[in-house]
């Protein structure tokens, strides 16, 4: 029934009440009329008898035989109800008998035939009828009748099924709106000019669709300027991040300048000692332009979708962060899973949760600091597991920490953002999510990404 539309539930329900209404209706007025009729049949049959009885008496006392038949014909030509009459003398021997058709099912009035003089029996009277012609009436009645039921209920039916159609076209049109409706696309729902409660439902709905598309519009627009805000953020970071992985090749090339100059002024060098040193150079180098490289694509602004493998992606990620990583062991499953998405986005979502597993290492001083990720699929989703053993995260606080602006680290100035865009990230760029569980002393965060979709 929930399935059903407006218009057809209230037809049906139409059609069961209307139906009660007339059976209870019919089975009233059926009993009334047809006991009515029954009653007046009898008083008919008992005044026709009580008028031919004495007659046929009086030509039974005079032997008259050739009048009774005359009567009893001429009774059952008048009256359709009477289908057989019988005369019997006081021997039981039958005088006259006119039956007409079957008085199986007919019913019998008997009648003393008594001398009109004296009182005496001298016979009796057999008067078999029916109710056949008065039920058949009844019945051609009842036809007629139920026949103009259908016709007036059909009428009714039509009427009020337009008439419901007419007021719920406001909310027909509304639906098949909706059933095209998207936020991107120049909609066109208008407000209703009729005043009925059908209007009031519709145009309420409309108010509240371009209420919901208004907040969806600042939220859309508050999402972008938090997650602006935090790549900026994310780029003070890293700016911190290469100025610490360039320190040690910028020492070194100093380093390296300052003895050749030395060995130069003294003399103490060949082709071999200035070809190793300039390849010092070169590894140098080619170290630093490779984490401008990395640091380059993590920053990207655009959104540009490429397929990329999982693990070298994740290698990247940790990458940015080799200086904060370098006393922590680092273990990755050799699954290889390629996507079609959006690199930048997914190296922010490992940096965000690796940074937090740095924070953490650091605030609880653990000595023997290890991460495992593990990367692999089911039937629906990849999955990559990110564990650490920092000691899980508190059970007050594990269903906060994707809030905004919620964090622990107050001394270190966090924003309280990182979680809260990675799980934006997974849920919009990669159609997925992001969850977090703890076991034993470990805190492992579960990135899911669907099969089969296009991001």
């Known amino acids: 029934m929930r399935n059903l539309s407006i218009v057809i539930q209230i037809a049906i329900i139409n059609i069961l009440v209307f139906s009660i209404f007339i059976s209870i209706f019919i089975y009233k007025n059926y009993s009334i009329v047809s006991n009515q009729l029954v009653l007046l049949q009898n008083e008919k049959i008992d005044s026709i ?55 199986k099912n007919a019913k019998m009035y008997n009648i003393i035939l008594e001398d009109t003089i004296i009182k005496s029996k001298i016979g009796e009277l057999k008067v078999f009828y029916t109710f056949s012609s008065i039920y058949s009436k009844l019945l051609s009645e009842f036809y007629q009748f139920l026949a103009f039921m259908a016709i007036f209920f059909i009428l009714s039916l039509l009427i009020s099924s337009f008439l419901i159609k007419q007021n719920l076209k406001p909310l027909i049109k509304l639906k098949e709106s909706m059933k095209n409706y998207s936020l991107h696309k120049n909609n066109t729902l208008k407000e209703d000019n009729f005043k009925n409660e059908i209007s009031v439902i519709n145009n309420s709905a409309i108010k509240m669709i ?59 060098y060949d082709e071999k000692y200035l070809q190793d040193r300039l390849n010092d150079i070169s590894q140098a180098v080619f170290y630093m332009s490779n984490t401008i490289d990395t640091f380059r694509e993590f920053l990207n602004p655009l959104k540009i979708k490429h397929i990329f493998e999982i693990k070298q992606t994740i290698e990247k990620s940790i990458n940015v962060l080799n200086t904060l990583l370098k006393d922590v062991d680092i273990n990755i499953t050799e699954k290889e899973i390629y996507l079609d998405a959006y690199e930048s986005e997914f190296m922010q979502v490992i940096i965000s949760i690796l940074s937090n597993s740095i924070e953490i290492f ?54 309280g953002m990182g979680l809260y865009i990675s799980k934006l990230i997974m849920q919009t760029s990669f159609k997925g999510d992001i969850k977090v569980q703890n076991k034993d002393d470990r805190a492992i965060f579960i990135l899911e990404i669907p099969k089969g979709k296009e991001f």
Not at 227 to 243: F, H, P, T, V, Y
Not at 394 to 415: A, C, L, N, W
């Open 210 to 268: 371009k209420k919901i598309e208004e907040e969806l519009e600042k939220r859309i627009l508050y999402e972008k300027e938090i997650m602006q805000k935090n790549r900026l953020a994310s780029m003070g970071e890293m700016l911190d991040n290469i100025a610490h992985q360039w320190r040690q090749p910028l020492m070194k090339i100093n380093a390296i300048v300052l003895n050749t100059d030395r060995s130069i002024e003294l003399k103490k």
């Open 49 to 103: 008898i009580k008028t031919i009885t004495p007659i046929i008496s009086i030509n039974l006392t005079l032997g008259l035989e050739d009048n009774i038949k005359e009567i009893v014909n001429e009774s059952i030509k008048l009256h359709k109800e009477l289908i057989g009459i019988e005369v019997i003398n006081n021997g039981n021997e039958v005088i006259y008998e006119n039956i007409n058709s079957d008085i």
């Open 362 to 415: 650091k605030e609880r001083e653990i000595k023997e600091k290890s991460i495992n990720i593990n990367i692999y699929e089911n039937d629906n989703n990849y999955l990559i597991n990110i564990e650490d053993n920092a000691g899980g995260i508190k059970t007050e606080i594990i269903d906060k920490i994707f809030e905004p602006y919620f964090t622990t680290k107050h001394k270190s100035g966090g924003t």
